[in-house]
């Protein structure tokens, strides 16, 4: 009877937890754009790399978070970043809020999961207006939405 009892309050928290979780995230913007690459970890990142580059943008640094670890002596799953951007683009973000500052340059995570599918990640322009309380920036963040889809699909493709 306990069991029946306890059983039955954790289902319905459960549903409960579902029904508020499913409720919150009509609220909350998609935070992490991923979209998988149809190369390796490394051509999608030498890819990007390139894309990056040709339209203008600077490329600050790429990491190599698989090599850093075997370093340590760890081991990781292919995991590259690379941190990018246009002080033409990230300027009027940071004057409209300055706090994106946190964020910016921006940031692509190229990674591949233990299937061996190979992602591309990014922070979507819509978390970081929300995270930041950005107003009257719409057009610079549409901008910068479009360039990231723009490069982010580019380097995925075959």
């Known amino acids: 009877m306990k069991f029946r009892l306890l059983l039955g309050l954790l289902l319905a928290t459960a549903g409960f937890v579902a029904v508020s979780h499913a409720d919150s995230s009509e609220t909350k913007p998609e935070t992490l754009m991923t ?16 894309i990056i580059e040709s339209k203008g943008l600077t490329v600050f640094t790429r ?13 990781l799953r292919p995991t590259e970043l690379i941190i990018f951007g246009n002080p033409k683009v990230g300027t009027p973000l940071m004057q409209c809020a300055q706090t994106i500052a946190i964020d910016l340059p921006q940031k692509m995570l190229i990674w591949q999961d233990e299937a061996k599918k190979v992602w591309i990640s990014y922070n979507t322009p819509d978390y970081l207006k929300q995270r930041h309380n950005i107003e009257g ?12 889809g723009g490069l982010s699909k580019a380097a995925a493709s075959k």
Do not use: F, P
């Open 35 to 50: 979209i998988q690459s149809a190369s390796s970890v490394e051509e999608t990142a030498n890819k990007l790399n390139t």
């Open 137 to 148: 920036c719409d057009e610079v963040l549409e901008k910068v939405k479009n360039v990231l």
């Open 63 to 75: 990491i190599n978070h698989a090599e850093n670890a075997a370093k340590a002596g760890l081991e």
